[in-house]
C-alpha cells in the first residue's frame, strides 16, 4: 500500500470518528442547554423487532386547527413548519404556526404531514387542520416495559420533558407518569 492510500485511510477514519462523535455531542447539549417544556401525551404501543420497544406519542401541538392559533392558515405537506408554543395553567400550549421561524419566544420546528380544509371548525369556517411532525414521537423504553406503559394511559396522566434549542430543534428529556419520572434519557 502506498503512502497517499494510508493518508486517505486514515483521513476517511477520522472524518467518520469526529461525524459520529459531532451527533453525539450535539444531541447531548440539546439535552442538556435546550430550553425545557413539558408536554401532554396520548400513547400507543408499538414494537420493532429491530429496535425494541417504543412508545409512540402524539400530542395536542401536534393536531392544530388554523381558526384557533395564529399564522399560517395553509402550509403544504412536508413543509418546515414552525409552531410558538406558551405555558399556561394547564400547560404548554400551541399559540401560532408560520413557514418562518418566531423572531421571539418558544417554539418547535416540524414537518407537516398533512394540511386539508375542515368545515367544523370553533372560530371560524372553514379552517385547516394541519397535522405537524416534530420528530419527538417515538420514545424508546426497555424491552417488555412497553406494554405497561398503554396500560398506564388509561387513568392516568402522561407527559414528556423536552429540551427545546433556539432554532426550535427539540430533543425527549424524560417521560413521566402523573408528574413522576419514569425514564430518563441519558446525554449520551
Known amino acids: 500500500m502506498g503512502k497517499y492510500f494510508r493518508l486517505g485511510l486514515l483521513g476517511a477514519f477520522v472524518l467518520q470518528t469526529a461525524l459520529l462523535a459531532w451527533l453525539i455531542v450535539d444531541r447531548a447539549l440539546l439535552i442538556k442547554n435546550g430550553k425545557e417544556i413539558r408536554l401532554a401525551v396520548v400513547p400507543v404501543d408499538p414494537r420493532d423487532l429491530?429496535?425494541?420497544?417504543?412508545?409512540?406519542?402524539?400530542?395536542?401541538?401536534?393536531?392544530?386547527?388554523?381558526?384557533?392559533?395564529?399564522?399560517?392558515?395553509?402550509?403544504?405537506?412536508?413543509?418546515?413548519?414552525?409552531v410558538s408554543v406558551t405555558e399556561?395553567?394547564?400547560?404548554?400550549?400551541?399559540?401560532?404556526?408560520?413557514?418562518?421561524?418566531?423572531?421571539?419566544?418558544?417554539?418547535?420546528?416540524?414537518?407537516?404531514e398533512s394540511s386539508y380544509?375542515?368545515?367544523?371548525?370553533?372560530?371560524?369556517?372553514?379552517?385547516?387542520e394541519i397535522r405537524v411532525n416534530y420528530n419527538l414521537e417515538q420514545f424508546f423504553v426497555p424491552e417488555g416495559e412497553g406494554r405497561d406503559l398503554e396500560s398506564l394511559r388509561n387513568g392516568q396522566h402522561m407527559?414528556?420533558?423536552v429540551a427545546v434549542a433556539d432554532s426550535g430543534r427539540?430533543?425527549?428529556?424524560?417521560?413521566?407518569?402523573?408528574?413522576?419520572?419514569?425514564?430518563?434519557?441519558?446525554?449520551y
Open 50 to 82: 429491530l429496535r425494541g420497544d417504543y412508545v409512540i406519542l402524539s400530542f395536542p401541538i401536534s393536531r392544530l386547527m388554523s381558526d384557533e392559533i395564529d399564522g399560517d392558515d395553509w402550509l403544504n405537506y412536508e413543509q418546515t413548519a414552525y
Open 88 to 112: 399556561t395553567p394547564e400547560g404548554w400550549k400551541a399559540t401560532a404556526i408560520g413557514a418562518a421561524p418566531p423572531t421571539s419566544g418558544i417554539f418547535l420546528k416540524g414537518v407537516v
Open 117 to 128: 380544509e375542515q368545515q367544523a371548525c370553533k372560530v371560524k369556517a372553514p379552517c385547516n
Open 159 to 161: 407527559s414528556v420533558d
Open 170 to 187: 427539540a430533543a425527549l428529556k424524560r417521560l413521566l407518569v402523573d408528574g413522576e419520572v419514569r425514564y430518563e434519557e441519558s446525554l
